[in-house]
């Protein structure tokens, strides 16, 4: 997969999974446009990609994707910096509250919402109308939104998360078909378990002490029943996801789009959505 001297916009790059998305894409010659609502986690991940990767041209915007002028300004940055925009991960987003259906709060399902499905798609609008500006037809260009098995199977005491997922496969499926005209590929990622790590053992004490009678109240419990239900009987991996992404951002997928990947404990499968 070759994305030498592409320029790549990474949303929430200060977490787990944007910032080493940000390594990975910057040891392939990639050029990062990082966007992140904390300033203070995205200068690390500045600091870890030059560290990791000396000479890699990183650009870091903060950025609210809920707010559409603010995602404008820092996409019209990121073409005057690298002149083009080629492909674009749109990863940020927020869990909410781990807490069952009749005790959640409305406030916090909105946030969810708001962040998770019309800040993605204020991010993929603005990219998706400078990748149609630029008018190069011969080119595909590549969007892959990071979507859950949650959306696929509806995850206990997580209604606001699990609502928001499901509406990001249907956005990009959606999508897909309106901007497939323009050379524009619009494709989702749906990572499962991932871990080990502290957000996986964090959501397992989360699911423990939630009240619901989907899960033990012993959080070392909660992880080994989740991960005998994973066909390999693992975890999967932060990397996992990521080369998940790569390909689907990459020209050896130039056929694909309106395409879930669900990566699910070493078993990466294809669902059309």
């Given at each position: 997969?070759?994305?030498?001297?592409?320029?790549?916009?990474?949303?929430?790059?200060?977490?787990?999974?944007?910032?080493?998305?940000?390594?990975?894409?910057?040891?392939?010659?990639?050029?990062?446009?990082?966007?992140?609502?904390?300033?203070?986690?995205?200068?690390?991940?500045?600091?870890?990609?030059?560290?990791?990767?000396p000479g890699a041209k990183i650009l870091c915007q903060p950025c609210n994707v809920t707010d559409a002028a603010n995602v404008k300004a820092a996409v019209d940055a990121v073409v005057a910096e690298f002149k083009t925009i080629d492909m674009c991960w749109n990863n940020a987003g927020y869990q909410g509250h781990i807490t069952p259906t009749l005790q959640y709060d409305p406030v916090d399902f909105a946030r969810v919402m708001n962040i998770n499905v019309t800040g993605m798609f204020i991010v993929l609008q603005a990219v998706a109308k400078k990748m149609e500006a630029q008018g190069k037809r011969d080119t595909t260009y590549s969007i892959v939104n990071t979507a859950s098995v949650a959306g696929l199977h509806g995850t206990p005491a997580m209604v606001a998360y699990s609502s928001s997922k499901a509406a990001v496969l249907a956005m990009t499926?959606?999508?897909?078909?309106?901007?497939?005209?323009?050379?524009?590929?619009?494709?989702?990622?749906?990572?499962?378990?991932?871990?080990?790590?502290?957000?996986?053992?964090?959501?397992?004490?989360?699911?423990?002490?939630?009240?619901?009678?989907?899960?033990?109240?012993?959080?070392?419990?909660?992880?080994?029943?989740?991960?005998?239900?994973?066909?390999?009987?693992?975890?999967?991996?932060?990397?996992?996801?990521?080369?998940?992404?790569?390909?689907?951002?990459?020209?050896?997928?130039?056929?694909?789009?309106?395409?879930?990947?669900?990566?699910?404990?070493?078993?990466?499968?294809?669902?059309?959505?």
């Open positions: 997969m070759n994305f030498q001297d592409k320029t790549i916009i990474i949303t929430g790059a200060g977490g787990n999974f944007g910032r080493d998305g940000c390594i990975y894409f910057a040891k392939q010659g990639a050029k990062i446009a990082a966007f992140e609502v904390n300033a203070e986690t995205l200068e690390e991940t500045a600091k870890l990609v030059k560290e990791q990767v499926v959606s999508c897909s078909k309106d901007l497939a005209p323009y050379g524009i590929r619009v494709n989702a990622i749906s990572p499962a378990l991932i871990g080990p790590g502290f957000m996986w053992d964090r959501q397992n004490e989360l699911h423990a002490s939630s009240g619901s009678p989907y899960y033990s109240r012993d959080p070392e419990t909660v992880a080994k029943n989740k991960v005998n239900d994973v066909p390999m009987k693992r975890l999967g991996t932060i990397q996992e996801v990521i080369q998940s992404v790569a390909f689907l951002l990459s020209d050896q997928s130039s056929y694909t789009t309106g395409t879930n990947l669900v990566v699910d404990g070493g078993v990466i499968s294809g669902l059309k959505c």
